[in-house]
């Protein structure tokens, strides 16, 4: 269903002594006659920045006056446009549902239901809505006889206040005691029944990881491992089995090491879960000397080891302590040309002093470098480098 607007055409024309301002027009749309004096009486309050303002309109010629203190400060008039503007409205539903009551019928009941309670801070206006709307509609389909829109009205109400009460009660609110708090079996589930619990998966996997491991270990393994369950001490357990302590300690790591490769069969064993701190005897009656001493102390005592002269003319010194002076690099080219030669690589051929200086008098006869090279069979950018000092020639042979 469509509501109808009518437009108009607003000329705004102060009044003197305050008529210097031009008139003012603009286009208003109403959908009813009675909002047209509204409508104008808004745009006055605007024009003249002023709240305390009245209108006066005459219907019939649709021309009026404004006031403000009792003192007309401007005129106006309304023109009616040619053709009225058609303005979408809700859409009505006015099929009957049941004993002549229709869905908008329905809906503004449910609506009533929700704004006259006094439950907007416990809960949602939607779903209180939605109870109150199906309680009203169950009551519809199950009277006898058409009932009352107070009948409705009181069916919304129920089911509004069974629904938040139902929803405050699985949250705990104690209804027999407001403002005491939650009630005592919530607290009760919350915090034993349903709180949060490690999962059992790890005990059962070591429960059934230690009856499959511990008939694999060794008897003397096993042996370890129980005197230390037994006693908790190092000591006492070498003593308790007859042997040397570090026996013990030898026994103790050969199982544990077996362990954690039992533990991960098939797979690549990782590393220790964590440091035994048993260090020492807890439940000797007398205190036991040890020359232990403890780590930061060591740590803080050490000095490091002494100083030491390079001594030059090695490979070692070359590559461990960065020298560059001649005798280690001379010995490091050494070490790497007799590897070479370990290896199968032919050694290299260079020319010598006497050599190259035979070179020079050739070129300077007139013979090109490239015929030179390929006569000695070097590549010519080996005879270049040296003829320009980038390289240096090999010594004469001994």
Not at 150 to 164: E, H, K, P, T, Y
Not at 295 to 302: G, I, Q
Not at 306 to 331: F, I, K, M, W
Request: charged share 25%; hydrophobic share 35%.
């Amino acid at each position: 269903m469509t509501t109808l607007s009518r437009s108009y055409t607003l000329t705004f024309a102060q009044s003197a002594p305050t008529g210097a301002s031009p008139p003012r027009t603009l286009t208003v749309t109403v959908a009813t006659p009675a909002a047209l004096a509204q409508e104008v009486h808004r745009h006055a309050r605007g024009m003249l920045g002023s709240r305390s303002v009245d209108v006066r309109l005459d219907p019939g010629t649709l021309t009026g006056t404004v006031l403000r203190a009792h003192a007309p400060v401007a005129d106006f008039a309304l023109t009616p446009l040619a053709a009225p503007v058609s303005a979408p409205g809700p859409e009505r539903r006015t099929e009957a549902v049941l004993h002549g009551y229709t869905l908008d019928d329905l809906h503004h009941l449910s609506r009533h239901v929700v704004h006259s309670d006094s439950w907007h801070t416990a809960g949602d206006i939607e779903e209180r809505y939605d109870a109150a709307w199906y309680a009203l509609v169950e009551y519809l389909l199950a009277a006898a006889e058409p009932p009352t829109r107070r009948d409705l009205f009181q069916a919304g109400r129920r089911g509004r206040d069974a629904s938040i009460r139902q929803d405050q009660q699985a949250h705990g609110y104690n209804h027999h005691r407001p403002g005491n708090g939650t009630r005592p079996r919530f607290e009760q589930y919350w915090t034993t029944a349903a709180a949060h619990r490690p999962p059992p998966e790890e005990r059962i996997i070591d429960q059934y990881a230690l009856a499959q491991i511990w008939p694999r270990l060794t008897p003397r393994q096993q042996q370890a491992l129980t005197a230390l369950a037994a006693t908790g001490d190092y000591r006492q357990s070498a003593v308790a089995l007859g042997v040397a302590q570090s026996t013990f300690h030898v026994l103790l790591s050969t199982a544990r090491k077996r362990f954690f490769a039992l533990w991960h069969e098939g797979e690549q064993p990782s590393r220790m879960w964590g440091t035994d701190r048993r260090v020492g005897s807890r439940t000797a009656t007398a205190p036991v000397k040890t020359t232990r001493r403890p780590a930061t102390r060591a740590v803080t005592r050490r000095t490091g080891r002494p100083q030491q002269d390079l001594v030059h003319g090695r490979p070692s010194t070359y590559t461990n302590h960065a020298c560059r002076c001649e005798p280690c690099t001379t010995a490091m080219s050494a070490a790497a040309r007799d590897r070479s030669r370990a290896n199968g690589a032919t050694a290299r051929r260079r020319i010598t002093i006497s050599q190259l200086a035979d070179i020079r008098r050739r070129r300077e006869n007139g013979e090109s470098v490239k015929a030179i090279a390929s006569e000695l069979r070097y590549s010519d950018s080996y005879l270049y480098r040296l003829l320009d000092g980038t390289l240096k020639p090999a010594q004469e042979p001994v």
